[in-house]
């Protein structure tokens, strides 16, 4: 049961360009959404994140909107740079109880940033 | 301020042996999490864990596998009579007690299994 979807599995986008990730989910018990970068050999690092109570988040480069009656959230990335090249995980989380301290993740994107 | 520290980086068992993954938690964080990461797959929740006290264990496997916190010392994952499937990369993630752990939390770089 994949609760959190990442239907691409693969962008490929030209420096300077801007990149968009999308993620779609289907429970609707999840309140708060994140994203981590990848890459190889190395854990995920987070990035940004967002609140169900919200509709966007930016931070820098980086901006994260959440369409909550479509269950969709999209990451852009502006503009897009060769070093942004990773795979790119969506996550969410459910609201209190033990539930807090669990993400469900999608099975990522390959995001290639050609210079 | 080192961060989330795990090892062995590369651990390799053969079939039916025990694996033992080890992670310390960046300083002043209380909560600890692991996850797994099949090849071709996202991660996948197994325990969350605060000292001495198993908060959520919903994701770990039924049989052989059991985790850990204690009062002193590094978090444990244990794995007993390893079998091919649980080859993977297993990540473990700390956060503060002071902040919502769906905050986003730090993550380690990894131990990668292989049993042959």
């Known amino acids: 049961d994949q609760q959190v979807k990442q239907n691409s599995p693969s962008l490929s986008v030209q420096e300077g360009r801007i990149s968009i990730l999308n993620c779609d989910y289907t429970n609707s018990m999840f309140d708060y959404f994140l994203w981590y970068k990848k890459y190889p050999a190395e854990g995920p690092t987070f990035l940004i994140s967002?609140?169900?109570?919200?509709d966007k988040n930016e931070d820098g480069r980086f901006t994260v909107f959440l369409n909550k009656s479509a269950k969709h959230l999209s990451l852009h990335i502006v503009p897009s740079q060769p070093g942004d090249s990773a795979v790119y995980f969506c996550?969410?989380?459910?609201?209190?109880?033990?539930?807090?301290?669990?993400?469900?993740f999608g099975q990522g994107t390959i995001l290639t940033v050609h210079p | 301020n080192a961060g989330v520290m795990q090892n062995p980086r590369h651990l390799v068992r053969r079939r039916g042996q025990e694996a033992r993954l080890r992670c310390s938690p960046m300083k002043g964080h209380s909560h600890v999490y692991w996850y797994r990461q099949l090849p071709e797959e996202g991660l996948k929740f197994m325990v969350y864990l605060q000292k001495e006290n198993i908060i959520d264990e919903s994701g770990m496997p039924k049989e052989r596998f059991s985790a850990e916190f204690p009062k002193e010392g590094p978090s444990i994952l244990r794995i007993q009579q390893v079998v091919r499937g649980d080859s993977a990369a297993y990540f473990c993630?700390?956060?503060?007690?002071?902040?919502?752990?769906?905050?986003?939390?730090?993550f380690g770089s990894g131990t990668r299994l292989t049993v042959v």
């Open positions: 967002i609140s169900s109570i919200k």
């Open positions: 993630a700390s956060s503060p007690p002071e902040k919502p752990p769906n905050y986003g939390y730090t």
């Open positions: 996550a969410a989380s459910g609201a209190g109880g033990t539930s807090y301290g669990k993400l469900t």
